[in-house]
């Protein structure tokens, strides 16, 4: 078992940037690869990045590459987003989730957070 706390979120102008962290607690997190998803009031959950357990290998969706990093740390249980260059429709609840291998879908994650809101004015 894994439990995921993400915090971090807020409210910040459009250009802005947050950093979002996910702390796990339970069993091995550096066992656990770790994804990012955000939903938005009436959409679909969607996928945001992705890393691999050892942090060699991160994936992200095209709506946000180049504006937001994943990373994380193994020696503190916590893995983070970096986001730049904000904008509105980067308003969402954002979860963390943790998986055996970085895929892309939320339907292959055994783990998740309770989400933290991010909101982006314009």
């Known amino acids: 078992q894994v439990q995921l706390v993400e915090s971090g979120g807020g409210l910040v102008q459009a250009g802005g940037s947050l950093r979002l962290s996910c702390a796990a607690s339970?069993?091995?997190?550096?066992?656990?690869?770790m994804g990012w998803f955000r939903q938005a009031p009436g959409k679909e959950r969607e996928f945001v990045a992705a890393?691999?357990?050892?942090?060699?290998?991160?994936y992200y969706a095209d709506s946000v590459k180049g504006r937001f990093t994943i990373s994380r740390d193994n020696a503190k249980n916590t893995v983070y987003l970096q986001m730049n260059s904000l904008k509105p429709e980067d308003t969402a609840v954002y979860y963390c989730?943790?998986?055996?291998?970085?895929?892309?879908?939320?339907?292959?994650?055994?783990?998740w957070g309770q989400g933290t809101q991010v909101t982006v004015s314009s």
């Open positions: 890393i691999s357990w050892s942090g060699g290998s991160t």
């Open positions: 339970g069993r091995t997190f550096s066992s656990y690869a």
């Open positions: 989730a943790a998986a055996s291998r970085a895929y892309y879908h939320s339907g292959q994650y055994d783990y």
